[in-house]
């Protein structure tokens, strides 16, 4: 654009014969060319202040509540009515997953929280189906156990959620354990004006995936790309996203048939496995920001770290901008104190400016770093090591 400007300034000066107007183009084009300058190399060689909140964690496990006195982590986030609202992964002693509830007017202190739960899925068959595999008859129940269990120490319900709010409906995924083979992804919904009375009248849940099948960490955009609802569901080898005339469909038991290998991230990075994606993504002007995770196989202590990457618009497909190092490394005591090496970064909202991610750490909390939303984009834009730094 400054080169523009100062072209037309230097030839109407060589139009009407006047060296002072050419000379004044020039000058003019130098100040410009430096401005534009200072604006796009301004964050180089500098890391934007990212900043985990001094208040993580910002939500722990409650000992007087059974269903959610083990952990509290991996939480969904939407933006709605002026107020954050968490929906969060909660486990008790029957190592049995449900959702609870939590919100925030400031985004960091949460001064409201169910001391029930708001979702819970399907589980009665389980109970009936399944004993634990790891012990004697004798001592069969199925209960809260990270040594044994991977997923966060449970072993069914409903685990990992995200949401989106979507013309006025939350839609909810998560993922359901439906057999020791078997990991499917769900969807629900509810409007978001019973999420704001705190009416939990969630809709049936309808299976995404196929059964028989693991996957996990699908994820709906926020709002339709090209008048269809895009549901992405899988970030390696590729970027998969399927788009969906009708919700509806998965009612009549269609599923999306997805193509994911873990191995498949790029050689010789931090994310050479990539676990899956994160947060749903957030609409911006630079792109969708996607949040995801990776790990090293080399590194085994770190099994998740937080990465980030921009999506074009248009075609969501396409990656336009990728971090070169993690966001987020779990470096914290409250990213190991359970499980250690796990930051889970399941939601982020934008309120006023500000980027917001909410995480579990080391699978037992819930917690919040911060950014400046520009600067954050563009560092990402410009490949610097845009790191979520400890708290001072």
Avoid: C
Avoid at 296 to 317: F, K, Q, R, S, W
């Amino acid at each position: 654009m400054e080169e523009i400007v100062a072209a037309a300034v230097i030839l109407s000066g060589i139009a009407l014969g006047n060296v002072w107007i050419v000379i004044a183009g020039f000058i003019l084009f130098l100040i410009l060319f430096a401005i534009g300058y200072v604006a796009r190399h301004s964050f180089r060689g500098r890391t934007p202040h990212l900043a985990r909140a001094r208040e993580n964690p910002v939500l722990g496990p409650l000992p007087e509540h059974a269903w959610e006195n083990q952990a509290v982590f991996n939480p969904a986030a939407v933006y709605v009515g002026d107020r954050v609202h968490l929906l969060y992964r909660a486990l008790g002693e029957d190592g049995i997953s449900r959702v609870g509830y939590a919100s925030s007017a400031d985004g960091v202190h949460f001064d409201e929280r169910l001391p029930h739960p708001v979702f819970i899925a399907d589980i009665e068959h389980l109970l009936s189906k399944f004993r634990n595999p790891f012990t004697s008859p004798a001592r069969s129940e199925l209960r809260y156990n990270p040594a044994l269990y991977a997923s966060g120490g449970g072993w069914g319900g409903s685990e990992d959620p995200r949401a989106v709010e979507i013309e006025g409906v939350v839609y909810m995924t998560y993922s359901a354990f439906n057999g020791w083979e078997s990991l499917r992804m769900m969807l629900t919904s509810l409007h978001a004006d019973a999420l704001l009375a705190k009416t939990w009248r969630w809709n049936k849940p309808v299976p995404l995936s196929p059964p028989g099948s693991i996957h996990k960490n699908w994820v709906l955009f926020p709002e339709k790309i090209h008048g269809k609802y895009a549901i992405l569901h899988s970030v390696a080898p590729e970027v998969e996203v399927e788009y969906v005339d009708d919700l509806s469909r998965f009612e009549r038991g269609e599923y999306i048939e997805s193509h994911y290998d873990r191995t498949k991230g790029r050689p010789h990075h931090w994310d050479k496995w990539v676990r899956g994606t994160g947060a749903p993504p957030l609409k911006t002007s630079r792109g969708w920001l996607l949040f995801y995770h990776g790990m090293d196989p080399a590194h085994v202590h770190i099994g998740y770290n937080i990465g980030a990457m921009l999506l074009d618009l248009e075609e969501p497909t396409k990656i336009l901008f990728r971090s070169s190092k993690p966001i987020l490394t779990p470096d914290m005591p409250y990213e190991n104190d359970w499980k250690p090496g796990v930051v889970y970064g399941s939601g982020a909202v934008i309120k006023d400016g500000t980027l917001f991610l909410y995480y579990g750490g080391g699978d037992k909390t819930v917690n919040v770093a911060t950014a400046p939303l520009e600067n954050f984009l563009r560092s990402l834009m410009h490949d610097e090591h845009a790191v979520l730094a400890p708290a001072v």
